[in-house]
């Protein structure tokens, strides 16, 4: 009985395990065989531009800074929100996945022998 179970759990572990990617052999057009399986490319990182996310956080920050105060307290607002969301703008472009790998995958076809 215990037998019949540790033998139907291993066939079990046996058809969920994935399977490796295999390497297929072609003919391909100029008659020649080839040998070709699928690899993962690094393509780079992804994110945002960290001088577009400055240029973006200054403009949110002016506008909003615009709307405080009047007259000189109005300029000065409106600085100190471009400034401050020019720096908000720039750090929020750095970590907003900059630093995640973008892969793709490729066929590879190498001649046989």
Known sequence: MHMTKGLVALALAAGIA????????????KGERVECHDEV????RKGVN???????????????????????GQDIATAGGAVAGGVAGKRMA??????????????VC????
């Open 41 to 44: 490319v690094n393509t780079g």
């Open 18 to 29: 994935a399977p490796m990617a295999q390497a297929e052999i072609y003919t391909n057009e």
């Open 50 to 72: 960290p001088t577009v996310g400055a240029i973006g956080g200054a403009v949110a920050g002016g506008v909003l800074g615009h709307q405080i105060g009047g007259g000189r």
């Open 94 to 107: 750095e970590n907003s996945g900059s630093g995640q790998q973008q892969t793709v995958t490729q066929r």
């Open 110 to 113: 190498r001649p046989l022998g």
